[in-house]
């Protein structure tokens, strides 16, 4: 295991091991044969907890056992003397198990399972972990039912803090250990338990506490996953936070026809074809409980609740982004007039994040909306002009006036201000840190070290202590990536991906920054007239983020990167256009965020990887993954396949069938034939031009 070569068994060691497996398979075959019909006898019971021995990790073997005891708790209820000696034995059986592998998943659970029926002592519990805790002190198994039967005993969080202290003491390469020590402390910190409060008086010790190991052994990896929650707990709001709107506060709309115009103009975006607006909340973490009981939105324009939707690829109910739609073309509006519309949320509990805080921050988003031209249907375009993605196509924005689309967070109001009043405390904290990393890698060239450092320094700018420098140190972050991308082979994609991330952070966190990356689109045609298109092309991007800044794109160039997944870009709801050409984008599960995206009419995946890399389809039902969150339309593909061999399409179904297409490239992909133009034609009637010909 773990990379161990096997050694070759001598003569002898495989005669033992063929006739260990030969008795395996006769228990085997008695087993399955008593598990069918049913037999619980205590001969039958026997020869399982035998092969139990021999093979811990059989589930089948141990849902058995559960059977068996649940057939005889029937008789059992009236006896509770043998009801407890029917469950001693089986924490016999799972203690003569685990010393055979205890490291078992079926095990722990089966013994979790008996003792969860309360009739069992667990006096002899601890005696237990300790003997295999002491055998391997990092058996994440052993602490993970640590915490069960600490539960169970009605156990201390600050007796159990201390034990990860003495264990740590004892030898700090302990994973599991700092590991259990982050859960009880988050615990104890959420109920702001008596000598946990204030939360800066902890942090401040137990970075102390995790100094002693990075310093003593800086190549020992254990320390330094707890220093970085330590991080993650110290610049992270525990309470979820509104960071970005769309329309943002104090913004004018102004509806002109099926084109609506942000501000002076400059944004124009085209209104969906049943003439909805999308009103987008974008918080810093996944929470749940929006509708209209927690957000009110006032205009005259409303009558009746509004609908909110979890902008979420796999069907939950939490989500970092929350949208609902103002349905403009079904509204008797006055040309001319300006309709004022304001947000309202965090007056009342509801809004809970996943990890069970609420938001506590009332909050208002006003905006304006005028009324120029009265709403009418998208006309058809016969034939027209294909959107082109050449450089002469499009002109540099000159002016930092003309930019007065690019909206940013501090545009929100709050009752309440955002910035905790621990922030100062915080950002000093980090600050230390950071002079201590740099002290440590003067002295040791450590890539963990620089990891570190290049975190620390992430960490400091994203505090919003430091929102007047805004990534003051993305420089020296994305070196030390450089660095780290050249020291360290083996996690060269993860230094990539965060590099990615700390680059668009960079790019997005200004509008300085962002003007750079905006051009105008020359070749207008009737579907993308007058738009402002973000190029972020050719930065060898390998995931997104930062997105609560780009809430207002429409169109938008991400070619020639490296991007594997598009995870992010869901919520840019007012998105038209996108070109995600030569990426490294490998199924059309990868493009899975498209589907949520109304407005989107213009799509290029062309020379991606689709179709070049195989697909387990035995890890799956269907050979999609998606097909598992997704009602499947079977008639409606089966028709649509006709005599088309489609089986292989069904990715591609998935996708596009909720999309309103007019433009599509798919050339340059391995899957890209033939057949599947002519089922994507099927697919969407809508589309006009496919891989750059006319369809008209």
């Known amino acids: 295991m773990h990379g161990r070569p096997r050694k070759a068994l001598k003569?002898?060691?495989?005669?033992?091991?063929?006739?260990?497996?030969?008795?395996?398979?006769?228990?085997?075959?008695?087993?399955?044969?008593?598990?069918?019909n049913r037999i619980y006898t205590k001969e039958a019971l026997e020869a399982n907890a035998k092969l139990?021995?021999?093979?811990?990790?059989?589930?089948?073997?141990?849902?058995?056992?559960?059977?068996?005891?649940?057939?005889?708790?029937?008789?059992?209820?009236?006896?509770?003397?043998?009801?407890?000696?029917?469950?001693?034995?089986?924490?016999?059986?799972?203690e003569s198990a685990l010393r055979k592998n205890f490291k078992s998943y079926s095990a722990w659970q089966h013994r979790k399972w008996v003792l969860s029926k309360g009739h069992s002592s667990i006096d002899n519990e601890l005696r237990l972990l300790h003997a295999f805790q002491k055998a391997d002190p990092r058996n994440f198994h052993a602490w993970n039912y640590r915490r069960f039967v600490a539960e169970l005993m009605k156990r201390s969080d600050e007796d159990e803090l201390k034990y990860t202290e003495e264990v740590i003491g004892i030898n700090f390469s302990n994973y599991s250990a700092w590991h259990n020590r982050s859960i009880i402390l988050s615990k104890l910190l959420k109920r702001k338990a008596e000598g946990y409060f204030p939360k800066e008086h902890v942090l401040k010790e137990e970075y102390e506490f995790v100094h002693n190991a990075l310093f003593t052994d800086p190549d020992d990896q254990s320390g330094w996953f707890y220093h970085l929650w330590l991080i993650d707990q110290t610049v992270k709001s525990d309470s979820p936070l509104l960071v970005s709107s769309w329309p943002s506060h104090g913004s004018n709309i102004t509806l002109q026809g099926n084109k609506c115009l942000h501000g002076s103009g400059l944004l124009n975006c085209t209104l969906s074809g049943t003439g909805t607006l999308p009103v987008i909340l974008y918080f810093n973490q996944a929470v749940e409980g929006i509708n209209s009981s927690t957000v009110t939105l006032k205009s005259e324009l409303i009558n009746g609740d509004l609908v909110w939707k979890p902008l979420s690829t796999n069907n939950s109910n939490t989500a970092q982004v929350w949208v609902t739609y103002l349905i403009i073309g079904n509204m008797k509006l006055q040309m001319s007039k300006t309709y004022p519309l304001e947000i309202s949320l965090g007056h009342s509990k509801g809004i809970v994040s996943s990890s069970g805080y609420h938001y506590g921050h009332p909050s208002q988003i006003a905006f304006k909306l005028c009324i120029q031209t009265a709403y009418t249907e998208p006309a058809e375009e016969q034939g027209g002009k294909i959107t082109s993605w050449e450089d002469n196509d499009f002109q540099k924005l000159e002016h930092f006036q003309e930019s007065e689309f690019i909206v940013s967070a501090d545009q929100l109001t709050t009752e309440v201000d955002h910035i905790p009043t621990t922030s100062i405390w915080c950002a000093e904290a980090i600050d230390k840190e950071i002079t201590k990393f740099r002290d440590l890698l003067s002295e040791f060239d450590c890539k963990i070290g620089k990891l570190t450092l290049a975190r620390l320094l992430a960490a400091l700018d994203s505090l919003s202590s430091t929102h007047a420098k805004k990534m003051v140190h993305a420089e020296e972050v994305l070196q030390l990536y450089d660095d780290l991308i050249k020291l360290d082979a083996t996690h060269f994609e993860y230094y990539k991906d965060e590099r990615s991330l700390v680059l668009l952070h960079q790019i997005t966190s200004t509008r300085e920054s962002l003007q750079t990356?905006?051009?105008?689109?020359?070749?207008?045609?009737?579907?993308?007239?007058?738009?402002?298109?973000?190029?972020?092309?050719?930065?060898?991007?390998?995931?997104?983020?930062c997105?609560?800044?780009?809430?207002?794109?429409?169109?938008?160039?991400?070619?020639h990167n490296e991007l594997r997944s598009i995870e992010g870009l869901e919520a840019m709801q007012l998105l038209s256009c996108l070109n995600l050409s030569h990426n490294?984008?490998?199924?059309?599960?990868?493009?899975?965020?498209?589907?949520?995206?109304?407005?989107?009419?213009?799509?290029?995946?062309?020379?991606?990887e689709i179709g070049s890399h195989s697909i387990d389809t035995r890890r799956y039902l269907c050979s999609s993954p998606?097909?598992?969150?997704?009602?499947?339309?079977?008639?409606?593909?089966?028709?649509?396949?006709?005599?088309?061999?489609?089986t292989k399409f069904w990715e591609a179904f998935l996708i596009f069938e909720s999309l309103n297409l007019t433009e599509l490239d798919i050339k340059g992909n391995a899957i890209a034939d033939e057949n599947l133009r002519l089922f994507l034609v099927r697919v969407l009637p809508t589309l006009k031009w496919l891989d750059g010909g006319d369809l008209s």
């Open 11 to 36: 003569e002898e060691d495989e005669a033992a091991s063929s006739a260990k497996a030969e008795k395996l398979r006769l228990l085997q075959s008695h087993f399955l044969s008593n598990h069918h």
């Open 52 to 94: 139990l021995e021999i093979n811990p990790e059989w589930h089948t073997a141990w849902n058995y056992r559960k059977l068996a005891v649940q057939h005889f708790l029937s008789y059992s209820h009236s006896d509770p003397n043998s009801l407890k000696s029917l469950l001693d034995e089986e924490l016999k059986v799972v």
């Open 517 to 545: 990356y905006c051009h105008y689109y020359k070749g207008a045609t009737k579907t993308i007239a007058g738009y402002v298109c973000l190029q972020l092309q050719n930065l060898s991007l390998s995931r997104i983020r």
């Open 547 to 559: 997105i609560e800044n780009l809430l207002w794109v429409q169109m938008l160039d991400l070619s």
């Open 584 to 608: 490294k984008l490998c199924s059309f599960t990868a493009l899975g965020p498209l589907r949520l995206l109304r407005s989107l009419k213009v799509l290029n995946i062309s020379y991606n």
């Open 626 to 646: 998606l097909s598992h969150t997704e009602e499947f339309a079977w008639d409606r593909f089966e028709i649509l396949s006709g005599s088309i061999s489609a």
